[in-house]
Protein backbone atom coordinates (compact mmCIF):
# COMPACT_ATOMS: atom_id res chain seq x y z
CA UNK A 1 0.00 0.00 0.00
CA UNK A 2 1.38 3.75 -0.84
CA UNK A 3 2.22 5.36 1.88
CA UNK A 4 2.15 9.55 1.42
CA UNK A 5 3.02 12.03 4.50
CA UNK A 6 -0.03 13.98 5.80
CA UNK A 7 -2.83 11.63 5.81
CA UNK A 8 -5.54 11.46 7.47
CA UNK A 9 -6.74 7.70 9.06
CA UNK A 10 -8.83 7.14 6.10
CA UNK A 11 -9.46 3.32 7.05
CA UNK A 12 -11.26 5.18 10.29
CA UNK A 13 -13.03 8.07 8.70
CA UNK A 14 -14.30 5.63 5.55
CA UNK A 15 -15.99 3.56 8.47
CA UNK A 16 -17.97 6.43 8.71
CA UNK A 17 -19.40 6.37 5.12
CA UNK A 18 -21.67 3.56 4.08
CA UNK A 19 -22.07 3.95 0.44
CA UNK A 20 -17.97 3.28 -0.12
CA UNK A 21 -18.61 0.14 1.23
CA UNK A 22 -20.84 -0.59 -2.04
CA UNK A 23 -20.02 -2.77 -4.66
CA UNK A 24 -21.32 -2.11 -8.51
CA UNK A 25 -21.12 -3.71 -12.09
CA UNK A 26 -20.82 -7.91 -10.62
CA UNK A 27 -18.46 -6.93 -7.64
CA UNK A 28 -16.60 -3.97 -8.25
CA UNK A 29 -15.86 -1.90 -5.22
CA UNK A 30 -16.74 1.40 -5.53
CA UNK A 31 -14.03 3.84 -5.93
CA UNK A 32 -15.64 7.12 -5.36
CA UNK A 33 -13.90 10.16 -7.52
CA UNK A 34 -16.68 12.51 -8.29
CA UNK A 35 -16.58 14.92 -4.80
CA UNK A 36 -16.42 18.37 -6.43
CA UNK A 37 -20.03 17.28 -7.35
CA UNK A 38 -21.38 16.14 -4.28
CA UNK A 39 -19.78 14.95 -1.70
CA UNK A 40 -20.40 11.47 0.37
CA UNK A 41 -22.12 12.00 3.60
CA UNK A 42 -21.42 10.31 6.97
CA UNK A 43 -23.59 8.13 9.57
CA UNK A 44 -23.39 11.42 11.96
CA UNK A 45 -24.48 13.46 9.63
CA UNK A 46 -27.44 10.59 8.68
CA UNK A 47 -28.41 10.30 12.28
CA UNK A 48 -28.79 13.84 13.08
CA UNK A 49 -31.27 14.52 9.65
CA UNK A 50 -33.19 10.92 10.83
CA UNK A 51 -33.64 12.30 14.52
CA UNK A 52 -34.98 15.50 13.42
CA UNK A 53 -37.38 13.87 11.41
CA UNK A 54 -38.37 11.23 14.22
CA UNK A 55 -38.08 13.32 16.52
CA UNK A 56 -38.38 17.40 16.17
CA UNK A 57 -40.24 17.96 12.92
CA UNK A 58 -41.95 21.35 12.46
CA UNK A 59 -41.44 24.96 10.96
CA UNK A 60 -39.39 26.78 12.60
CA UNK A 61 -39.80 30.80 14.21
CA UNK A 62 -43.60 31.25 14.50
CA UNK A 63 -44.41 28.38 16.62
CA UNK A 64 -44.76 28.46 20.20
CA UNK A 65 -45.59 24.43 20.70
CA UNK A 66 -42.68 22.54 21.91
CA UNK A 67 -41.67 20.86 18.32
CA UNK A 68 -42.08 24.35 16.81
CA UNK A 69 -39.61 25.35 19.95
CA UNK A 70 -37.06 22.83 18.77
CA UNK A 71 -36.90 22.43 15.08
CA UNK A 72 -36.11 26.71 15.49
CA UNK A 73 -33.29 26.15 18.15
CA UNK A 74 -31.57 23.47 15.90
CA UNK A 75 -32.31 25.85 12.69
CA UNK A 76 -30.61 28.71 14.06
CA UNK A 77 -27.66 26.21 15.59
CA UNK A 78 -26.99 25.29 12.55
CA UNK A 79 -26.39 28.93 11.99
CA UNK A 80 -24.16 30.27 14.70
CA UNK A 81 -22.57 26.32 13.56
CA UNK A 82 -21.71 27.86 10.31
CA UNK A 83 -20.67 30.96 11.56
CA UNK A 84 -17.84 30.12 13.68
CA UNK A 85 -16.88 27.53 11.19
CA UNK A 86 -16.27 30.34 8.88
CA UNK A 87 -14.61 32.62 11.35
CA UNK A 88 -18.45 35.15 10.44
CA UNK A 89 -18.05 38.85 13.00
CA UNK A 90 -21.70 37.86 13.03
CA UNK A 91 -23.95 34.45 12.81
CA UNK A 92 -26.69 38.05 12.06
CA UNK A 93 -24.21 37.21 8.54
CA UNK A 94 -24.91 33.72 7.46
CA UNK A 95 -28.03 33.46 5.50
CA UNK A 96 -29.28 30.18 3.98
CA UNK A 97 -30.04 29.53 0.62
CA UNK A 98 -30.84 26.43 -0.95
CA UNK A 99 -27.47 26.42 -2.92
CA UNK A 100 -24.43 28.15 -3.86
CA UNK A 101 -26.47 29.28 -6.98
CA UNK A 102 -29.32 30.67 -5.61
CA UNK A 103 -26.72 32.80 -3.25
CA UNK A 104 -25.07 34.06 -6.09
CA UNK A 105 -28.08 34.63 -7.99
CA UNK A 106 -29.36 36.48 -4.65
CA UNK A 107 -26.39 38.82 -4.81
CA UNK A 108 -26.94 39.83 -8.47
CA UNK A 109 -30.28 40.36 -7.90
CA UNK A 110 -29.95 42.82 -4.43
CA UNK A 111 -27.49 45.07 -6.77
CA UNK A 112 -29.86 45.59 -9.14
CA UNK A 113 -32.62 46.47 -7.09
CA UNK A 114 -30.08 48.36 -4.91
CA UNK A 115 -30.02 51.81 -4.47
CA UNK A 116 -26.69 54.00 -4.38
CA UNK A 117 -23.44 53.62 -3.84
CA UNK A 118 -24.51 49.80 -4.70
CA UNK A 119 -27.24 50.33 -7.94
CA UNK A 120 -25.20 48.60 -10.90
CA UNK A 121 -26.66 50.15 -13.85
CA UNK A 122 -26.09 51.07 -17.68
CA UNK A 123 -22.92 53.60 -16.43
CA UNK A 124 -21.14 50.67 -14.41
CA UNK A 125 -19.42 47.10 -15.48
CA UNK A 126 -19.10 43.84 -13.31
CA UNK A 127 -15.86 41.82 -13.50
CA UNK A 128 -16.12 37.77 -13.43
CA UNK A 129 -13.15 35.53 -14.59
CA UNK A 130 -13.14 32.97 -17.50
CA UNK A 131 -13.00 30.08 -15.60
CA UNK A 132 -16.21 30.46 -13.50
CA UNK A 133 -18.90 28.06 -12.93
CA UNK A 134 -22.02 29.02 -15.10
CA UNK A 135 -23.30 29.57 -11.79
CA UNK A 136 -21.37 32.77 -11.42
CA UNK A 137 -21.82 33.56 -15.03
CA UNK A 138 -25.43 33.34 -16.05
CA UNK A 139 -26.62 35.59 -13.10
CA UNK A 140 -23.99 38.55 -13.79
CA UNK A 141 -25.04 38.34 -18.08
CA UNK A 142 -28.66 38.44 -16.83
CA UNK A 143 -28.03 41.17 -14.39
CA UNK A 144 -26.03 43.10 -17.29
CA UNK A 145 -28.83 42.69 -19.71
CA UNK A 146 -31.27 43.85 -17.29
CA UNK A 147 -29.60 47.28 -16.35
CA UNK A 148 -27.20 47.57 -19.12
CA UNK A 149 -24.36 47.58 -17.18
CA UNK A 150 -20.98 46.23 -19.13
CA UNK A 151 -20.02 42.57 -18.15
CA UNK A 152 -15.76 42.10 -18.06
CA UNK A 153 -13.80 38.97 -17.52
CA UNK A 154 -10.37 37.83 -16.62
CA UNK A 155 -8.49 35.29 -19.26
CA UNK A 156 -6.47 32.09 -18.67
CA UNK A 157 -3.39 31.92 -19.35
CA UNK A 158 -2.11 28.41 -20.86
CA UNK A 159 -1.67 26.61 -17.95
CA UNK A 160 -4.55 26.86 -16.21
CA UNK A 161 -4.27 30.47 -14.12
CA UNK A 162 -6.17 33.76 -13.90
CA UNK A 163 -4.23 36.17 -16.39
CA UNK A 164 -4.05 39.28 -14.03
CA UNK A 165 -1.37 41.55 -16.41
CA UNK A 166 -4.05 43.85 -17.27
CA UNK A 167 -5.93 43.87 -13.79
CA UNK A 168 -6.10 47.63 -13.85
CA UNK A 169 -8.05 47.68 -17.47
CA UNK A 170 -10.50 45.18 -16.05
CA UNK A 171 -11.01 46.47 -12.65
CA UNK A 172 -12.02 50.12 -13.40
CA UNK A 173 -13.54 53.22 -11.31
CA UNK A 174 -16.76 52.02 -12.65
CA UNK A 175 -16.90 48.15 -11.26
CA UNK A 176 -19.39 47.78 -9.16
CA UNK A 177 -18.92 43.74 -8.35
CA UNK A 178 -16.16 41.81 -8.71
CA UNK A 179 -16.87 38.02 -8.22
CA UNK A 180 -14.70 35.11 -8.73
CA UNK A 181 -14.23 31.49 -7.70
CA UNK A 182 -11.91 31.03 -4.95
CA UNK A 183 -11.14 27.22 -6.42
CA UNK A 184 -12.12 26.27 -9.71
CA UNK A 185 -14.03 23.25 -9.95
CA UNK A 186 -12.80 22.34 -13.62
CA UNK A 187 -9.36 23.67 -13.56
CA UNK A 188 -8.57 22.73 -9.78
CA UNK A 189 -6.73 26.31 -9.56
CA UNK A 190 -6.51 28.55 -6.62
CA UNK A 191 -7.00 32.10 -7.63
CA UNK A 192 -4.92 34.73 -5.95
CA UNK A 193 -7.54 36.39 -3.78
CA UNK A 194 -5.42 39.30 -2.12
CA UNK A 195 -4.40 40.79 -5.44
CA UNK A 196 -8.05 41.03 -6.57
CA UNK A 197 -9.48 42.10 -3.46
CA UNK A 198 -7.02 44.88 -3.34
CA UNK A 199 -7.93 46.41 -6.68
CA UNK A 200 -11.31 46.08 -5.75
CA UNK A 201 -10.89 47.93 -2.71
CA UNK A 202 -9.13 50.58 -4.53
CA UNK A 203 -12.05 51.59 -6.89
CA UNK A 204 -14.62 50.98 -4.03
CA UNK A 205 -15.98 47.62 -5.91
CA UNK A 206 -17.80 45.08 -3.92
CA UNK A 207 -16.09 41.41 -3.70
CA UNK A 208 -18.09 38.27 -3.96
CA UNK A 209 -16.22 34.87 -3.68
CA UNK A 210 -17.76 31.94 -4.76
CA UNK A 211 -16.08 29.24 -2.24
CA UNK A 212 -18.31 26.10 -3.47
CA UNK A 213 -15.04 24.35 -3.97
CA UNK A 214 -13.33 25.90 -1.03
CA UNK A 215 -15.43 25.42 1.94
CA UNK A 216 -15.15 21.80 2.65
CA UNK A 217 -11.69 21.00 1.52
CA UNK A 218 -9.76 23.82 3.76
CA UNK A 219 -10.15 26.44 6.44
CA UNK A 220 -12.17 29.48 5.66
CA UNK A 221 -11.75 32.67 7.01
CA UNK A 222 -14.19 35.69 5.58
CA UNK A 223 -13.01 38.07 7.43
CA UNK A 224 -9.41 37.12 6.55
CA UNK A 225 -10.50 37.09 2.86
CA UNK A 226 -11.55 40.85 3.21
CA UNK A 227 -14.35 40.25 0.29
CA UNK A 228 -17.77 41.61 1.17
CA UNK A 229 -20.29 38.44 0.14
CA UNK A 230 -19.07 34.43 0.34
CA UNK A 231 -20.87 31.90 -1.28
CA UNK A 232 -20.69 27.95 -0.32
CA UNK A 233 -22.75 25.09 -0.84
CA UNK A 234 -23.69 22.23 1.64
CA UNK A 235 -23.39 18.91 -0.86
CA UNK A 236 -19.87 19.18 -1.44
CA UNK A 237 -19.03 19.14 2.05
CA UNK A 238 -20.66 15.99 3.90
CA UNK A 239 -24.64 17.86 4.08
CA UNK A 240 -27.32 17.48 2.59
CA UNK A 241 -28.56 18.59 -1.43
CA UNK A 242 -31.06 21.72 -0.77
CA UNK A 243 -29.14 23.56 1.59
CA UNK A 244 -26.25 26.61 0.54
CA UNK A 245 -24.82 29.54 2.35
CA UNK A 246 -24.08 33.39 1.52
CA UNK A 247 -22.23 35.48 4.36
CA UNK A 248 -22.31 38.98 3.67
CA UNK A 249 -20.77 42.11 5.78
CA UNK A 250 -23.32 43.15 8.16
CA UNK A 251 -23.54 46.86 6.98
CA UNK A 252 -24.63 45.90 3.43
CA UNK A 253 -27.01 43.17 4.45
CA UNK A 254 -28.84 45.87 6.25
CA UNK A 255 -28.43 48.39 3.25
CA UNK A 256 -29.48 46.17 0.60
CA UNK A 257 -33.00 44.98 -0.69
CA UNK A 258 -34.27 41.42 -0.44
CA UNK A 259 -34.97 39.57 -3.39
CA UNK A 260 -37.51 37.11 -2.40
CA UNK A 261 -40.70 38.56 -0.90
CA UNK A 262 -42.80 36.43 1.63
CA UNK A 263 -43.31 35.16 5.09
CA UNK A 264 -40.82 35.49 7.27
CA UNK A 265 -38.63 38.15 5.90
CA UNK A 266 -41.17 40.62 7.12
CA UNK A 267 -41.93 43.12 10.08
CA UNK A 268 -45.29 44.59 9.14
CA UNK A 269 -47.55 44.15 6.14
CA UNK A 270 -50.35 46.49 5.37
CA UNK A 271 -52.17 45.96 1.62
CA UNK A 272 -50.36 49.21 0.72
CA UNK A 273 -46.22 48.49 1.92
CA UNK A 274 -44.40 46.39 3.80
CA UNK A 275 -41.46 46.89 6.30
CA UNK A 276 -38.62 44.10 6.78
CA UNK A 277 -37.26 41.88 8.99
CA UNK A 278 -33.35 42.44 9.59
CA UNK A 279 -30.79 40.15 8.43
CA UNK A 280 -30.79 37.39 8.26
CA UNK A 281 -34.42 37.02 8.26
CA UNK A 282 -34.88 39.32 5.52
CA UNK A 283 -33.20 37.29 3.02
CA UNK A 284 -34.87 34.39 4.09
CA UNK A 285 -38.49 34.25 2.51
CA UNK A 286 -40.99 31.89 3.21
CA UNK A 287 -40.37 27.81 4.93
CA UNK A 288 -36.37 27.58 5.21
CA UNK A 289 -34.54 24.62 4.33
CA UNK A 290 -35.42 23.70 7.71
CA UNK A 291 -33.73 19.79 8.15
CA UNK A 292 -31.00 20.41 5.23
CA UNK A 293 -29.84 23.60 7.63
CA UNK A 294 -29.71 21.24 10.44
CA UNK A 295 -27.83 18.52 8.36
CA UNK A 296 -25.24 21.15 7.33
CA UNK A 297 -25.02 22.13 11.26
CA UNK A 298 -24.05 18.28 11.73
CA UNK A 299 -21.74 18.45 8.53
CA UNK A 300 -19.63 21.22 10.18
CA UNK A 301 -19.15 19.62 13.32
CA UNK A 302 -17.55 15.79 11.89
CA UNK A 303 -15.21 18.73 9.69
CA UNK A 304 -14.65 20.22 12.55
CA UNK A 305 -13.53 17.73 15.10
CA UNK A 306 -11.41 16.09 12.37
CA UNK A 307 -9.52 19.83 11.91
CA UNK A 308 -9.59 21.89 8.01
CA UNK A 309 -5.74 22.45 8.66
CA UNK A 310 -5.57 18.67 8.28
CA UNK A 311 -8.07 18.23 6.04
CA UNK A 312 -6.16 20.23 3.67
CA UNK A 313 -3.06 18.83 3.94
CA UNK A 314 -4.71 15.36 3.38
CA UNK A 315 -6.04 16.39 0.03
CA UNK A 316 -2.47 18.40 -0.82
CA UNK A 317 -1.04 14.93 -0.13
CA UNK A 318 -3.61 12.98 -2.39
CA UNK A 319 -3.91 15.49 -5.18
CA UNK A 320 0.26 15.65 -5.29
CA UNK A 321 0.21 11.96 -6.39
CA UNK A 322 -2.47 11.78 -8.36
CA UNK A 323 -0.90 14.77 -10.23
CA UNK A 324 1.95 12.36 -10.38
CA UNK A 325 0.51 9.13 -11.34
CA UNK A 326 -1.35 10.66 -14.23
CA UNK A 327 1.81 12.90 -15.78
CA UNK A 328 3.15 8.92 -16.02
CA UNK A 329 -0.17 8.06 -18.21
CA UNK A 330 0.40 7.91 -22.17
CA UNK A 331 -0.92 10.57 -24.28
CA UNK A 332 -2.62 11.93 -20.72
CA UNK A 333 -3.28 16.04 -20.91
CA UNK A 334 -3.89 17.51 -17.31
CA UNK A 335 -5.90 20.97 -17.92
CA UNK A 336 -4.95 23.00 -15.39
CA UNK A 337 -2.01 23.38 -13.28
CA UNK A 338 0.07 20.66 -13.45
CA UNK A 339 1.34 21.28 -10.03
CA UNK A 340 -0.20 20.55 -6.43
CA UNK A 341 0.54 24.13 -5.93
CA UNK A 342 -2.16 26.16 -5.39
CA UNK A 343 -4.63 24.15 -7.03
CA UNK A 344 -7.41 22.20 -5.40
CA UNK A 345 -8.61 18.93 -5.34
CA UNK A 346 -9.98 18.44 -8.17
CA UNK A 347 -8.26 17.63 -11.90
CA UNK A 348 -9.32 17.85 -15.10
CA UNK A 349 -7.56 15.84 -18.11
CA UNK A 350 -8.03 14.54 -21.52
CA UNK A 351 -6.51 11.41 -22.85
CA UNK A 352 -5.86 11.23 -26.36
CA UNK A 353 -8.33 11.60 -29.01
CA UNK A 354 -10.74 9.33 -26.77
CA UNK A 355 -13.80 11.13 -25.93
CA UNK A 356 -14.40 11.96 -22.50
CA UNK A 357 -17.85 10.26 -22.04
CA UNK A 358 -16.05 6.89 -23.16
CA UNK A 359 -13.23 7.12 -20.73
CA UNK A 360 -15.80 8.07 -17.63
CA UNK A 361 -18.77 4.54 -19.31
CA UNK A 362 -15.50 2.79 -18.73
CA UNK A 363 -14.16 3.52 -15.82
CA UNK A 364 -17.64 3.36 -14.48
CA UNK A 365 -17.64 -0.55 -15.39
CA UNK A 366 -14.37 -0.85 -13.27
CA UNK A 367 -16.15 0.86 -10.63
CA UNK A 368 -14.97 4.26 -10.62
CA UNK A 369 -17.19 7.45 -10.64
CA UNK A 370 -15.47 10.37 -11.85
CA UNK A 371 -17.14 13.19 -13.61
CA UNK A 372 -17.19 14.33 -17.66
CA UNK A 373 -18.30 16.87 -19.37
CA UNK A 374 -17.81 20.44 -19.03
CA UNK A 375 -18.40 20.91 -15.85
CA UNK A 376 -20.69 23.90 -15.51
CA UNK A 377 -17.53 25.70 -17.15
CA UNK A 378 -17.89 25.70 -21.24
CA UNK A 379 -15.81 28.75 -21.56
CA UNK A 380 -12.92 26.83 -20.09
CA UNK A 381 -13.02 24.17 -22.90
CA UNK A 382 -13.79 26.25 -25.32
CA UNK A 383 -10.57 28.33 -24.29
CA UNK A 384 -8.88 25.26 -24.39
CA UNK A 385 -10.18 23.85 -27.49
CA UNK A 386 -11.52 21.13 -25.84
CA UNK A 387 -15.40 19.57 -26.31
CA UNK A 388 -15.25 18.25 -22.76
CA UNK A 389 -12.77 16.63 -20.17
CA UNK A 390 -12.63 13.80 -17.53
CA UNK A 391 -12.85 15.15 -13.87
CA UNK A 392 -11.38 13.10 -10.72
CA UNK A 393 -12.02 15.09 -7.45
CA UNK A 394 -11.04 13.83 -4.12
CA UNK A 395 -12.01 14.06 -0.55
CA UNK A 396 -10.70 13.56 2.69
CA UNK A 397 -11.74 9.86 2.68
CA UNK A 398 -10.12 9.96 -0.70
CA UNK A 399 -7.09 7.08 -0.10
CA UNK A 400 -3.64 6.59 -2.49
CA UNK A 401 -5.08 2.93 -3.65
CA UNK A 402 -7.85 4.77 -5.63
CA UNK A 403 -5.75 6.75 -7.38
CA UNK A 404 -3.98 3.73 -8.26
CA UNK A 405 -7.55 2.14 -9.40
CA UNK A 406 -8.01 5.64 -11.34
CA UNK A 407 -4.32 4.95 -13.07
CA UNK A 408 -5.19 1.18 -13.76
CA UNK A 409 -9.18 2.04 -15.24
CA UNK A 410 -7.17 4.58 -17.79
CA UNK A 411 -5.31 1.54 -18.72
CA UNK A 412 -8.15 0.04 -19.39
CA UNK A 413 -9.27 2.52 -21.24
CA UNK A 414 -6.57 2.70 -23.60
CA UNK A 415 -6.54 -0.87 -24.59
CA UNK A 416 -10.40 -0.85 -25.20
CA UNK A 417 -10.13 1.90 -27.37
CA UNK A 418 -6.79 0.26 -29.24
Known amino acids: MTQLPGLLDTEAIRKDFPILD ?96 YRVDHETEIVITEMEHHSNIVPWQLLSQRTGAKLKWFGLTDDGRLDLSNIDEIITEKTKIVSFVLVSNILGTQNPVEAIVRRAQEVGALVLIDASQAAPHMPLDVQALQADFVAFTGHKMLG ?28 TVSMSSST ?42 ITEYAVKRLLEVPDLRIIGPTTAEDRGAAISFALGDIHPHDVGQVLDEEGIAVRVGHHCARPVCLRYG ?33
Open 276 to 317: YAPAPHKFEAGTPPVSQAVGLGAAVDYLSAIGMDKIAAHEHA
Open 22 to 117: RTIHDGKKLVYLDNAATSQTPRQVLDVLNEYYEKHNANVHRGVHVLAEEATALYEGARDKVAAFINAPSRDEVIFTKNASESLNLVANMLGWADEP
Open 240 to 267: PTGIGVLWGRQELLEDLPPFLGGGEMIE
Open 386 to 418: IPATTRASFYLYSTPGEIDALIDGLEHVRNFFG
